[in-house]
């Protein structure tokens, strides 16, 4: 924050579609290098950490406005590819360690939302670059479950945020195509606002 105004442009855009998009911790130290191993060296022992994490924040911060359906930020996963994204290997975490089964995770053999076909990495670029590949994203993702999204309040899970541009795009898609009332977003860490964040 430099004042009152926040760097991000996307808090102050009136025509955004996520509603806030709330961080268990920032993007730094032992988490950083942690979310780096999981999503770029494999180390996936590393989803049942941060599915247990997922499942801690929502039994202590989201019961008084319980989402309908707690999605993954879609991995694209090519034809015939029988495993699971890195976002969704978190969600799946979480749903078994959800052993009262309270929480609506999104593991249904058929996913309410999918990514269609690759796209353009955002991370390490600048903000401009950022949002482009965001544009980018909201064309190759795709509702195939409107019925568990439609009237809803839906829950997006993400690795991290930096500056929202992607998270808003899913959003943008399950109100457009999906029917969702509201969307909000719960990642595992952000990135300390820079002092600009501009388009």
Not at 99 to 106: A, I, N, R
Request: charged residues 25%.
């Amino acid at each position: 924050m430099t004042g009152d105004q926040c760097p991000n442009w996307l808090c102050s855009d009136p025509n955004r579609s996520i509603t806030r998009i709330q961080a268990i911790a920032y993007h730094n130290g032992s988490l950083r290098d942690a979310i780096i191993k999981y999503k770029y060296q494999e180390k996936n022992g590393w989803s049942l950490v941060f599915g247990r994490l997922l499942l801690a924040w929502l039994n202590q911060h989201a019961r008084s406005n319980p989402p309908i359906l707690i999605i993954a930020n879609p991995t694209y996963m090519p034809p015939g590819d029988a495993g699971s994204g890195h976002t969704e290997r978190v969600i799946e975490v979480a749903a078994a360690e959800d052993v009262l089964d309270e929480w609506p995770f999104d593991i249904a053999e058929q996913r309410a939302l999918i990514k269609t076909r690759d796209t353009q990495k955002s991370a390490g670029k600048p903000a401009t670059e950022k949002r482009k590949a965001a544009q980018e994203l909201r064309t190759s993702i795709l509702v195939k479950d409107r019925a568990r999204i439609e009237g809803g309040r839906i829950l997006i899970y993400d690795d991290v945020c930096t500056t929202g541009n992607q998270l808003n795009a899913i959003a943008q898609c399950l109100i457009e195509d999906g029917g969702a009332a509201e969307v909000s977003g719960i990642v595992l860490a952000r990135a300390p606002w820079k002092t600009d964040q501009t388009p």
